[in-house]
């Protein structure tokens, strides 16, 4: 499940998604009818209310004035929890979510619409199901960064096995989130790349470096990198680094080969009150446009059209290899994952 | 003189005594028991079905698409076998206890010296706890773990004055736990034993100064031991707060590999699917202990009247004079308002004015940016969310205080179904908040009345979850009360309700007020609840911060997170000065 | 006017202390009469006054007042203390600290069901019980700005202000010096008299329950052991218990014998010794092993004139003379025992005289020991 995505295989995509443009007007002109009729959606979301939330649907409503869209935001166990609940209740309440993980349970209960989104059409095929249960809106490559005013610039580990040198025991961290953000997904990428037998003798020499499990999320990670709190930190977004990097914090992420990329994704809730509004947002969302606006806020978009805002962050621009998670393998083998991580790690 | 009196013919003295006849006139006891029984009803009705999911949960298969499975013992099966089970179990208790200790020693020092003494800044010590109630609890870890952190100000000040390679504190372990929980409960102390030692009769501790005791045998054999049961209960009620609580473990203690039985919890709610049961599993357990431990309490302060303060005698708490102490004094409430308030805010206004994370230092200064407070002032929806939230808060307090203060004075007066009651309310301590959250869920969906994604509903969650904080309150405080002020009135032809209308909460409002406030505040700014049941139009201030938190909006919270706890300071104050001159009112002091 | 039958409560025993509770008790009250439950705590008569109250139920019993019955066990009937329309004056008198002495007086009219009063009468109602017990003027006053006798007036006037039946005074004078107890006394039992209320009043103190009262009920581990006007309970006690409580007595071993003469029996000393005694406390004094007799109704003599028939002699020796003012207290040994003797102040006997002593035979009560 290792690839190297290249600049011609995603611009070939890309010219094929051109080809069907015609028929995806009529089909808009109705689904907007539809969403029209219906007046307005609700989504559930796992992201930054402000940074994204807000501008996506400013920007939604501006365009389909009529269709008026709610929100409620909250992390996503509290999501699925909320959206299986209703489902078993048969009062489904929200049209769609996103998140990475939020996906599954909800599908192994029965209470997600497949939907075909046509302006995915031109994504690569990691990054939505063919049956439309899922289409990626976000990239999430997780990498290290270090603390570039704690660390020398020669002392920067360039390869996983650097991390293994004495200068790192104790001084690591990562956040404890069982996801593909977090260890299992880093562990699961050490096994998927240096092979079982080699990978597990890695991560128990890993282990005795007695990384900080910081039960946070990856960002507050980071901040305790720029912070000095930990000169090294694992597994946090390539893109909070840039970020921060770009305003003056003393911060850099690491290209190691190769960099674990998950993504999140949208999908609709099945029997939902509003299903055309929901579809046209999720089309809205994922047009070039939609994902401009993801870009802007600082995201990594997953339209091939749409460059994210700081270059470098996404496998093709930044060029460095990738390891592709998808929350369909995670979810295979997480379980397995996150014992090694509790079994080595805590 | 006549004989009024005939003597006894029936019964000649020193006959055989009729064989004991145990029959209770059954409507003799619904009329005294009217009362109980409706608030034990409404209680169940509260508690009851939470229980019952916490009951089902913890029994049942965790499945991949978040339903209940099959009977399981699974996990209670992994509680008892888990990893390290002694020593996280050993860990548990030290934690519990000695933060527990530190923050009774803490807040009930600070509690003495402003409702006993003639301290100087008494004020100070009222704002210290307003705002540190009303500052957003990650906020105020976050900020303690920055300042105690490897890079917070005081390790670095050491380094860089001292040894440059030392980190003499390491915040990550269970002293930096033990600290930052007891600092965090210490205002729930502070307000909880100013109530009762506001009502504290003056009359005996002027008798222990005039036997020749000191002022500290005084405090240490007559104050402390007049508040014996308030305390004792108090005691009680932190200790299973921390022995339950997984925030503080997990935050401070887990980076440092400090393990407690709640570390276990925290990560089995966090994991896919979250493992709902195994965290039941850990609060049937705990509710067991709190059964045992609130029945030992029950048999401790089972003369708790013998402690009432509140008498038909003179009332009139007056202060101790201090002397020359009161300049060591006026230093304790310095150093409360330094450590409690002032370094954790400096940190946040420091996080807040920063674009990102950095020690604190001159070099620094130069990045000083308002973007984050210009980013929170110039969204307008945080207005909606500031109503939403402040309307919640206040009916949530309002509607916890006027059931707990029924609740209290049935338990303290042992009315019937008083300890049953007793029970049920103190129940909720040990819901795990997503547990909780399900079960409101759940209900609310199959609910004839459309609460579903109302601010009700999550009144309604506070209300149930904050129920055992306010009977803290409540109940200490009817314990100061003499029964015969109860009886005085019943006597006179009050009825329950008027004696307790005109007669008991009258002279409960001091600790009305203050479990009000401490409802109020923590409501304001309790995240887990909201999170689950919040729907697009009730979405709460609380929720945003959260949002922003768990996305990495360090600055940005910090920012929304002073702004809030400002206006709560403003409104609470406000609040607390006029129901304490309520109070000075009714004791005339 | 009261009715008390069979009255029983009985406390679990929780193993600290005594249990506590009455049993059996019963009494009739005609009205106004100021009746005292006597005894040492824990004897029952706090708890018989909370019953009567309404502020405990009894587990078994009747309880009734002029034509209510307020409580009966066997037919279910308990009226709840609100309706019993009773005024009680409590131990720690209860006065409300967050209301003025107006608002605690006034606060039973306010709140007695299916009595609307105007605020006018409310206010009179009001003045004329302060002024009853003296304290007219200090209505505006906050009761905690109350000196303590001033305290037990006002719960006094508030236990008055609807003018009950029936008056409930639960030591009221336990929390009040000396002098001032003396005063409040008088005053207690003028006012009693004065609005001619019928009065329960529980007390361990003899002298108060004595002074006071109509009638008394000693009361010894939750039993009434006697009923009766202070002189009976005091010259002809029931049994040991009373005469041991109240007031002091000297006692005499031995047993007693045959009919002497009308409501007479010999009694024979330990030391052979012979005296004349009447029965106390019934028949059950028949196998009675000592006599009571208190010391002011025993005249010491310097031999030589006789005791009259209707009176006992025993010679003893003076051991100890004590002047007291108003009287002499003698402690004379009578072969073994050591009787008191209160005697006139200008009766002297000095130490170690030889003297008879006279008593009464009506005064020598044998009773149980």
Redesign the interface.
């Known amino acids: 499940m290792v690839l190297a995505l290249t600049r011609r295989s995603l611009g070939g995509i890309a010219v094929a998604a051109l080809g069907s443009r015609f028929p995806a007007l009529a089909a808009e002109d109705e689904l907007l009818a539809g969403a029209r009729r219906e007046g307005q959606l609700v989504w559930y979301t796992t992201l930054v209310v402000g940074q994204i939330v807000r501008p996506l649907i400013e920007r939604f409503e501006q365009k389909y004035p009529g269709v008026k869209v709610s929100f409620v935001a909250a992390p996503w166990q509290e999501t699925a929890l909320r959206i299986a609940n209703e489902g078993r209740a048969s009062q489904p309440r929200g049209d769609l979510f996103d998140g990475g993980i939020t996906f599954y349970p909800l599908h192994a209960a029965g209470l997600v619409e497949p939907y075909v989104v046509r302006a995915a059409a031109g994504y690569p095929a990691d990054f939505k199901d063919p049956g439309g249960l899922w289409t990626a809106n976000i990239i999430q490559p997780s990498s290290p960064a270090v603390n570039t005013d704690a660390v020398r610039r020669a002392d920067i580990p360039k390869t996983y096995e650097d991390l293994l040198h004495p200068r790192w025991k104790g001084r690591m961290a990562w956040p404890d989130t069982p996801s593909a953000g977090g260890p299992p997904g880093f562990i699961g990428n050490i096994l998927m790349s240096m092979g079982q037998e080699p990978g597990m003798a890695f991560l128990e020499k890993l282990a005795k470096q007695q990384i900080a499990n910081v039960p946070s999320n990856q960002r507050v990670v980071l901040d305790q990198n720029i912070s000095g709190q930990y000169p090294l930190v694992l597994q946090i977004y390539n893109y909070h680094a840039a970020i921060s990097a770009a305003q003056g914090a003393p911060v850099e992420w690491l290209k190691l080969d190769p960099t674990i990329v998950s993504f999140g994704s949208l999908s609709l809730v099945k029997n939902s009150p509003h299903p055309n509004a929901a579809r046209l947002f999720v089309e809205f969302s994922l047009s070039e446009e939609g994902q401009g606006i993801y870009a802007n806020a600082g995201y990594v978009p997953v339209h091939p059209n749409v460059p994210s805002k700081i270059p470098g962050l996404r496998p093709d621009d930044g060029k460095y290899a990738a390891t592709i998670l998808s929350p369909g393998l995670f979810n295979e083998r997480q379980a397995e994952w996150t014992a090694i991580y509790r079994r080595l790690f805590t | 003189m006549s004989s009024p009196a005939r003597n006894i013919s029936e019964e000649p003295l020193g006959a055989a005594i009729p064989p004991l006849r145990w029959h209770v006139p059954v409507l003799a006891w619904l009329r005294r028991g009217w009362l109980g029984l409706t608030v034990a009803a409404i209680m169940a009705a509260l508690v009851l079905p939470p229980v019952w999911t916490l009951l089902h949960a913890s029994f049942s298969a965790t499945q991949q698409d978040l339903s209940y499975g099959g009977f399981t013992l699974e996990h209670y099966r992994s509680l008892v076998q888990g990893r390290n089970l002694g020593n996280a179990a050993l860990n548990s208790v030290i934690f519990a206890l000695l933060a527990t200790i530190v923050s009774l020693v803490f807040g009930g020092v600070l509690a003495w010296l402003v409702e006993r003494t003639d301290v100087p800044l008494k004020g100070l010590a009222y704002v210290t706890t307003i705002i540190s109630l009303g500052t957003p609890y990650i906020l105020y870890v976050t900020a303690w773990l920055y300042l105690l952190g490897r890079a917070g100000p005081f390790n670095d000040l050491y380094r860089n004055w001292i040894d440059a390679d030392a980190v003499p504190f390491n915040v990550n372990s269970l002293a930096g736990m033990v600290l930052i929980e007891g600092f965090l409960w210490s205002p729930l102390v502070f307000l909880m034993l100013s109530a009762t030692f506001r009502a504290a009769n003056a009359e005996m501790e002027e008798a222990a100064r005039m036997s020749g005791a000191s002022i500290a045998q005084t405090v240490w054999r007559i104050s402390i031991r007049l508040a014996w049961p308030a305390i004792l209960a108090l005691a009680l009620f932190v200790f299973i707060r921390n022995l339950e609580s997984f925030e503080v473990p997990a935050l401070v203690g887990m980076p440092g590999r400090v393990d407690v039985l709640t570390t276990e919890i925290y990560r089995s709610i966090k994991e896919m699917p979250p493992r709902l049961g195994y965290a039941s599993a850990y609060s049937v357990v705990m509710l067991l202990m709190v059964a045992v431990l609130l029945f030992a309490y029950g048999r401790i302060s089972r003369h708790a009247e013998r402690y009432a303060s509140i008498t038909g005698k003179g009332y009139r708490p007056r202060p101790f004079r201090l002397g020359r102490a009161r300049w060591l004094a006026s230093g304790v409430i310095l150093f409360n308002f330094l450590i409690v308030l002032v370094l954790p805010l400096c940190a946040l206004l420091w996080v807040a004015f920063m674009p990102f994370m950095r020690p604190m230092r001159w070099s620094a200064v130069k990045f000083l940016t308002t973007k984050q407070f210009d980013a929170v002032l110039s969204s307008p929806h945080y207005l909606g969310l500031g109503v939403n939230t402040l309307i919640i808060a206040v009916c949530t307090a309002t509607a916890a205080m006027v059931l707990t203060v029924l609740a209290g004075w049935l338990a303290a007066r042992r009315q019937v179904a008083g300890s049953v009651i007793d029970q049920l309310v103190t129940v909720p301590l040990v819901f795990p908040g997503l547990v909780l959250g399900v079960a409101l869920l759940e209900l609310s969906l199959q609910s004839p009345v459309p609460l579903y994604g109302t601010i009700w509903l999550i009144m309604l969650a506070f209300v149930i979850r904050y129920m055992p904080y306010g009977m803290r309150y409540a109940y200490s405080g009817v314990l100061q009360i003499h029964p015969e002020l109860e009886q005085a009135a019943a006597v006179s032809g009050a009825t329950t309700g008027t004696t307790l209308r005109r007669v008991v909460v009258p002279l409960l409002w001091p600790a009305i007020a203050s479990g009000w406030l401490f409802i109020f505040l923590i409501c304001a700014k309790e995240m887990s609840l909201p999170l689950l049941l919040a729907g697009p139009d009730s979405q709460t201030i609380s929720v945003a911060m959260f949002d922003l938190w768990s996305n990495g909006q360090g600055g940005e919270v910090a920012a929304l997170g002073l702004i809030w706890a400002a206006l709560m300071t403003l409104f609470a104050s406000v609040f607390y000065a006029i129901m304490r001159r309520h109070a000075a009112k009714t004791f005339g002091h | 006017m009261l009715n008390v ?2 009255l ?1 409560k ?1 406390y679990a025993n ?1 193993g600290d202390g005594p249990a506590g509770g009455v ?2 008790a ?5 009205p106004a ?1 100021f ?1 005292t439950l006597l005894g040492p705590s824990g004897c029952g008569k706090t708890t018989t006054l909370r019953c009567i ?3 405990e ?1 009894p ?2 019993g009747s309880i009734r007042v002029a034509d209510s019955m307020f409580f009966d ?2 037919r ?3 009226v ?9 004056v ?9 209301m003025t002495v107006f608002e605690n007086v006034a ?2 009219l306010r ?3 299916g009595e609307r009063l105007s605020g006018a009468e409310i206010t009179q109602r009001v003045d004329e019980a302060l002024d009853r017990v003296s304290l007219s003027g200090f209505g505006g006053r ?1 009761a ?3 000196s ?1 006798g001033q ?1 037990q007036r006002v ?1 006094l006037a ?1 236990a008055i202000v ?1 003018q009950p039946k029936l008056l ?1 005074l639960d030591e009221p004078l336990s ?1 009040l010096d000396a002098a001032l107890r003396d005063e409040m006394r008088n005053e207690l039992r003028r006012l009693q008299q004065q609005i001619g209320i019928t009065t329960v009043y529980v007390t361990h103190d003899q002298t108060e329950a004595l002074e006071m009262s ?2 008394i009920a000693v009361m010894e581990r939750g ?7 202070p002189r009976d309970i005091y010259f002809r006690p ?1 049994n040991a218990f009373v005469a041991g409580f109240v007031g002091t007595t000297n006692w005499l071993e031995g047993a007693v014998g045959e009919v002497s003469g009308p409501g007479t029996r010999s009694f024979r000393l330990d030391d052979g010794r012979m005296v004349q005694c009447t029965l106390g ?2 028949q ?1 004094a028949e196998r009675g092993t000592r006599v009571s007799v208190r010391p002011e109704k025993v005249v010491l003599r310097r031999g030589g004139a006789p005791a009259t028939a209707a009176s006992n002699r025993l010679d003893g020796t003076v051991v100890f003379a004590g002047f007291l003012g108003t009287m002499n207290r003698y402690q004379v040994d009578v072969g073994g025992t050591v009787m008191q003797a209160y005697d006139t102040a200008d009766a002297a006997y000095a130490v170690g005289e030889k003297v008879a002593l006279d008593f009464p035979v009506a005064d020598t009560v044998a009773l149980d020991a």
């Open positions: 039958r069979g029983t009985v929780r049993q059996g019963s009494f009739d009250l005609q009469t009746f109250a309404g502020l139920t587990d078994s066990g066997d279910g009937i308990s709840p203390m609100n309706l019993r329309r009773i005024g009680m409590f131990q720690s008198y209860a006065i409300w600290p967050h606060f039973p709140v007695t069901k906050s905690t700005r109350l303590g305290q719960a508030r609807r409930l929390n109509d009638q039993r009434i052991v006697q009923i009766g006007t029931a406390g019934g059950t």
